[in-house]
């Protein structure tokens, strides 16, 4: 019904945020990762919105770009997951991060979300991994084509993992590396240590 809403912030609350359109007052939920974005009170922004219809209430949710929308409404599908629940899971983990602990099959950091537990997080895996599209989860990364590039990469992240680091941020670092054709798993996993080093 509302694909978007742009409007002057008149309050900022935990997780809601109230936009003037055209003097109509909007109260919009929000993850914690937009309202950290957020410009201040009386300047102009442009929120992405999703109306949940209730019996009882229509509840906006806004987002900041059409990708963070489409992951909340991904969210949406998994059976158990609510809005709330999807709020919470967006609200502890960026976009990107969720979709990294997706790929990774991390449910350990997805189920520090509140309200979600282990078997929870482990579904939400089952249930969107094949949805989540590593190209786009590495917006800048170019994705290796060749099998040889893509085995030493998955080595990599596997060794790391061995080593104490969550799927998550081994997948991460490994991502944010450019894989050239001539370098194996080792040459991949000596410019991660040098990565998560800092």
């Known amino acids: 019904m509302y694909g978007f809403i742009i409007g002057r912030i008149e309050e900022i609350e935990e997780n809601l945020v109230c936009l003037n359109c055209n003097n109509v007052g909007y109260e919009i939920y929000i993850p914690d990762s937009v309202k950290q974005k957020l410009p201040p009170t009386g300047e102009e ?17 806004g987002f900041l770009t059409k ?8 969210l949406l599908t998994v059976s158990g997951i609510g809005p709330k629940g999807a709020l919470s899971i967006l609200s502890v983990m960026t976009p990107q991060e969720l979709k990294f602990a997706i790929l990774a099959g991390d449910d350990k950091q997805i189920s520090k979300a509140p309200g979600v537990g282990k078997k ?9 991994k094949d ?3 590593l190209s786009e989860t590495l917006a800048e990364q170019v994705v290796p084509e060749s099998e040889i590039a893509n085995s030493a990469r998955n080595d990599a992240i596997s060794a790391l993992t061995a080593l104490g680091y969550s799927a998550t ?13 001539e370098m194996d798993a080792e040459d991949i996993i000596k410019l991660a240590l040098k990565k998560l080093a800092f």
Do not use: C, G
């Open 169 to 181: 941020e081994s997948m991460k670092t490994v991502s944010s590396i450019t894989i050239t054709p």
């Open 45 to 61: 922004i442009k929120l992405y919105t999703y109306l949940n219809v209730r019996e009882d209430a229509l509840v906006l949710f």
């Open 67 to 74: 990708e963070d929308k489409h992951l909340f409404k991904l």
């Open 131 to 133: 949805k989540i599209d």
């Open 120 to 128: 929870m997080a482990q579904k939400l895996i089952i249930e969107l």
